[in-house]
């Protein structure tokens, strides 16, 4: 009985040690690994700085060839240069390793210093973004978006937004590491500087295409709504504004953009001649969409906005853009051309038919080419008066005929006076063309309204 008790304690005793043995083994595997990991980071980093530098000291134009023989050969003043770039370039990798070391491995303060740090270096090139981005430093900067410390998540945007320039591969990280459901839920506890930087990311974000993420999600329209609702600055909405607009591009994106109310915002804004231009051209895109014509046919505020638009001659982008959408909605609906005829649609497209750019002119003019044919089809096939028309609304009152008639003798004249004095002005730099005017206003009885 002893020795039977004596071997089971030996064999436990052995087994015990074994698994001791096999731990400690694997935790040495474990530190190997670690260390292989580490020593690979740095050689990565390493290799691609030595072959930055190999490629600025031995550069392919004859130029850099003779100078670098002139080095070598005749002056010392040159190496010198050479071995301060040597030396600076050596600087920038200790930095580099540096600034991603402590961004991974660092307290928070050490890390906004890093970010602050990677901005600077990500400015340098594209090869430089991308490795960074191999580095996992992007993953680290989204994390540090969450924070609520001002200064902590504005250097991280900003780094970001440095990371993304130019670079696909980087927009494509961010997103899957989730930067959307980084952004602010309340735009009032965000100061405007933090507003301005996420909208800068958002466009850069935005310009991509044929991406599995879709940048279309209700808490991105509602950020960018919110922004351009409240008292921010016009650089700020001018930027979520062409965010919209990247997103009014895709066809996909139409019905989330309605769906928040998107089209109401952009008209509201395209009365304001400093953001007029973005607002319009995204809902020329959703226009194009049978969503963003309904929403845009039930806005109170069309026609009349857009009417209003094409009477800005110093903004020819504006009413070219605005015909464009008037032409979307007036085609195949009776309705609609209705209400532009009583909204008092018809003189402004002839002041924009004589006098507004070519692209201008032509969409106006075909627009008074659908008003006059609609006009024909009411009044029949025979001349005369059509008593059964007039009473539906037809404008044939002789004083309504009578005011039409003034309205486009004053635009003839208008042209012509404007036409002259551009003659006068060619013809004769120095001379005043103040009597040609006076002439041709004195045959005018009173000058246009608008």
Known sequence: MGSKKKDTSEAGKSCCLKICLSGLRKFKRQQRCFLCMKLKFFTRIRRFLQSKAARKQYGSSASDHSNKLRIVNNTDE??????????????????????VKRLHFGSWEEKEMAAKAIEKLAQEDVKVRKLMAELGVIHMLVSMVDTEVVGRRLAAIKAL??????????????LEAGILSKLPKDIDAVDDQTRHEFAELLLSLSSISNTPFSLAKTEVLQFLIAILESATSIETKETCLGVACN??????NARPLVSNGTVHTLLKLSSFKELSEKALAALGHLVLTLMGKKAMEDSSMVPESLIEILTWENKP??????????MILAHQSSTQRDKMSKAGIVPVLLEVSLLGSPLAQKRAMKLLQWFKDERQAK?????GPQTARIA??????PREAQEGKKMMKNLVKQSLHKNMEMITRRANAAGDSSNLK???LSTSSKSLPY
Do not use: R
């Open 438 to 440: 006076s002439l041709v």
């Open 392 to 397: 539906i609304g037809s404008p044939l009152h």
């Open 161 to 174: 937004i440095e990371l993304a320039d130019g670079t696909f591969t980087n927009k494509e990280l961010m």
């Open 247 to 252: 997103l009014s591009a895709v066809l996909e």
């Open 317 to 326: 982008k504006c009413q070219e853009l605005s015909a464009y959408i008037l």
């Open 78 to 99: 040159e190496e010198d240069l050479v071995v301060e770039k040597t030396e600076s370039e050596l600087d920038g990798s200790m930095a580099l390793q540096k600034s």
């Open 379 to 383: 009044m029949g096939p025979h001349s």
